[in-house]
């Protein structure tokens, strides 16, 4: 098993000892923590387990449940397409299935070079504009197929300015 | 104690307040078919929507395993509106169940079979999509096989309560949902002790053993010689799988059975539990009187050294080196016994039948080789054993009451008897270190304070020649956990310990025969709460009818030590008898 890095375990121990007085803090440190890294290995669960005396397999369920957390690492632009009924309506499986072919990945998995990762969301609340599309926090509305070619570039140049 | 009133089919009655309406119904005289529901509310999910039934106040139908009576409620179990309820319910977990139910071991003991027969289940009511199924044959004691899970978390809910482990969990969610250890590894790359509880729980066949049958069948086809024996707890059980009231001994008809199944020899592994003591008696002498690290604790059961070495690496020199009594057996059978009998030890087939599913991963280990042969080749459960039993068409209320085979390892003493319960090992002990310390057999002979049958800590100070002997007795690894923490921490007050891995010790183990309320309809209602009692006592009674009750008594015993082993714990009793621990990483790297 991957050790963690001794900063890692310092600051998951923070993060635990942050929520320890919490009703029911799994949540709150979850998700602090997938803020901070970006993901959740077993290692990760495993500490988190030792602080809390909450078992492995119960933090899993909770990780494995929830969309939000993540096991893997994800890339450095996250791909949200929301999948809620008025989006899916207006088209949105289009949407999805276009960024899934130019980018060669499925919903779920994250591009070989790291720099995006494909989810399905359901109803972000952005009804009024579906379909709607998020990328790491910024909203697009109303997106056409067509666009979606262009919005993968405007990505791949920043990353590369 | 507060009541209600309430109305079961427009029958008045009233009932303590507080309870579920499937607990009121039973003391009514109803049984709600249920399944998630298990064991006063131990697992109470309220998941499988089998109980419903029609009560005034609610909107639509309740799970009657999680609602409460009130003052007023009319309680209706037998509308069209509740039966065709609970068959849906039933039959909507059927269209995601795999159906081989033909070749099922559980075939016979299942509760979802149970309920689809009295709910009057149709055959492919609901059809649809299976979820994917996932398979763990990998450890050698537990099999898991998602595809007859019914999702009910009873087994999630016992690892915790008896372990404070929770190996297993839910993974991903709603049709994706499925049980399983982290990572939906198998147990083998898990911390899970392999003790067995969960299948103790498990309704269906999605948990069983690991079944080792077929390894006898082939060590028999091949003409080895087959010797076969039996723990301490298997006697005070077995008799249920044939319909014996619970609690009663069966040792002669369990002798009689095991030799009709064609083994060479059998014997009781009470023999090596007074060895055993012998030797872990003595290595207790050994480290009081020569400042030996204590306290020492027991090292019988192997779903408790699993816990040790997941989780306590740094406490491993407090274990007993003595390998637990069949292991023992087993070497000196593959040793002394094939040396008197004039037969290779490579041809001889060790079976054990144990009360336990970790004892199927503990025969593997390499600590326990002599010369690279196992000193136990296959172990067999008590559930293990009665299919065997029944396979062989034996009718095991028409046997007689046999002896075991009587030589060289024939005689025991209640000592070794009594090994089967939480708190036997250590009055085992007890019984022999008085007398070798003090040169005098004990009077009385039974030290009932450190008897029990359940979970949780006992101790007590024992008064040997002027030296006091502090002593604590745990089973279960949640109350082991208490006495741990305080020897890690220091502040341990104890010289001698016993842990079991399994609540109640091994009459309780996770080989042991299902009890379950619905399939037991000649004992009291209270059984759940009763059953380890009765076992202990099939033990306890068996140890008063014996005429020896310490282990030093033993001639055979003694006999083994004059003519081939020499003294407890010398060079060549540590070559065959004692073992050794190593810490292991729980989530290994899986490849």
């Not at chain 1, 993540?70 to 309506?89: D, F, M, R, W």
């Not at chain 2, 297993?168 to 969610?173: A, K, Q, S």
């Not at chain 2, 020199?317 to 059978?333: R, V, Y």
């Amino acid at each position: 098993m991957a050790k963690l890095s001794e900063n890692a375990v310092a600051q998951i121990t923070e993060i635990c000892q942050r929520h320890k007085d919490e009703k029911t803090p799994l949540m709150m440190i979850l998700s602090d923590i997938q803020n901070e890294y970006g993901y959740i290995p077993l290692e990760v669960q495993e500490l988190v387990s030792k602080h809390t005396g909450i078992s492995v397999a119960e933090i899993y369920g909770v990780v494995t449940f929830y969309s939000f957390f993540s096991l893997e690492p994800k890339g450095k632009y996250v791909i949200g397409c929301c999948l809620g009924t008025a989006c899916y309506v207006k088209g949105a499986q289009n949407v999805i299935d276009k960024f899934s072919e130019l980018l060669s990945i499925k919903p779920g998995q994250t591009t070989a070079d790291g720099l995006f990762t494909l989810d399905a969301l359901r109803c972000i609340g952005a009804c009024g504009i579906a379909p709607a599309v998020s990328i790491n926090g910024k909203v697009y509305p109303k997106v056409a197929v067509g666009q979606v070619s262009e919005i993968i570039d405007s990505y791949r140049q920043e990353a590369n300015a | 104690m507060a009541m209600v009133n309430i109305k079961i089919e427009g029958i008045s009655y009233q009932v303590e307040a507080g309870l579920t309406i499937l607990e009121a119904a039973k003391k009514c005289g109803y049984e709600i078919p249920s399944l998630c529901a298990f064991n006063h509310g131990e697992c109470n999910q309220g998941s499988c929507r089998v109980c419903l039934v029609e009560a005034t106040g609610a909107r639509g139908l309740v799970a009657s395993c999680v609602y409460p009576v009130a003052e007023g409620m009319e309680i209706k179990i037998s509308s069209p509106a509740a039966t065709t309820a609970r068959r849906h319910s039933v039959e909507l977990l059927l269209s995601n169940h795999n159906m081989n139910c033909q070749q099922c071991d559980k075939n016979g003991q299942c509760e979802l079979l149970h309920v689809a027969n009295i709910t009057g289940a149709r055959e492919g009511a609901f059809q649809g999509v299976h979820s994917e199924t996932h398979y763990d044959e990998l450890a050698p004691g537990l099999v898991r096989d998602t595809s007859k899970c019914i999702l009910c978390g009873r087994c999630i809910e016992r690892c915790k309560n008896a372990h404070g482990l929770g190996i297993l969990g839910f993974e991903n969610r709603g049709f994706n949902t499925f049980v399983s250890p982290a990572e939906n590894r198998s147990f083998a790359d898990s911390p899970c002790i392999q003790c067995g509880q969960c299948v103790n729980v498990c309704p269906t066949g999605a948990l069983m053993e690991h079944s080792e049958i077929s390894k006898i069948d082939a060590a028999l086809a091949a003409g080895k010689t087959v010797i076969a024996q039996a723990a301490p707890a298997v006697r005070a059980a077995l008799g249920e799988e044939f319909g014996y009231p619970i609690g009663t001994p069966v040792t002669g008809k369990m002798a009689a059975a095991m030799r009709r199944l064609g083994f060479t020899r059998v014997y009781d592994v009470n023999f090596g539990a007074d060895l055993t003591i012998m030797e872990e008696g003595t290595e207790l002498l050994g480290r009081l009187q020569n400042g030996g690290k204590l306290p020492m604790i027991t090292s019988c059961s192997p779903g408790w050294v699993n816990y040790a070495e997941y989780n306590y690496g740094d406490l491993l020199d407090h274990l007993s080196s003595c390998k637990s009594p069949h292991q023992m057996q087993g070497a000196i059978i593959k040793s002394y016994w094939a040396e008197q009998n004039q037969v290779d030890p490579k041809d001889v087939f060790v079976v054990s039948v144990m009360p336990c599913t970790a004892k199927k991963y503990e025969r593997q280990r390499d600590q326990l080789k002599v010369e690279g042969l196992d000193d136990v080749d296959a172990v067999i459960t008590t559930r293990e054993l009665a299919r065997m039993i029944k396979r062989a068409g034996i009718l095991f209320d028409r046997l007689p009451d046999e002896d075991w085979d009587q030589d060289i390892m024939g005689d025991y003493t209640g000592a070794g008897v009594i090994f089967g319960v939480t708190g036997g090992v250590m009055e085992a002990a007890l019984r022999t270190v008085y007398f070798k310390l003090t040169g005098k057999e004990s009077e009385p002979i039974e030290f009932t304070a450190v008897r029990g049958h359940d979970a949780g800590i006992r101790e007590a100070s024992i008064d040997i020649n002027g030296t006091t002997v502090n002593v604590a007795i745990a089973s279960g690894m949640k109350s082991a956990k208490v006495l741990l923490d305080e020897i890690r921490e220091g502040t341990s007050k104890y010289q001698f310990i016993e842990i079991m891995g399994c609540p109640g010790g091994c009459i309780n183990g996770g080989g042991q025969p299902y009890v379950r309320e619905c399939f037991l309809h000649g004992e009291s209602d209270d059984i759940m709460d009763t059953y380890k009692e009765k076992r202990a006592q099939a033990l306890y009674s068996e140890d008063e009818r014996q005429a020896l009750r310490q282990s030093h008594n033993n001639p055979q015993i003694i006999d083994l030590y004059e003519k081939y082993l020499g003294e407890p714990n010398s060079h060549k009793a540590h070559e065959l008898l004692h073992t050794s621990y190593a810490a292991r990483e729980g989530f290994n790297e899986v490849k």
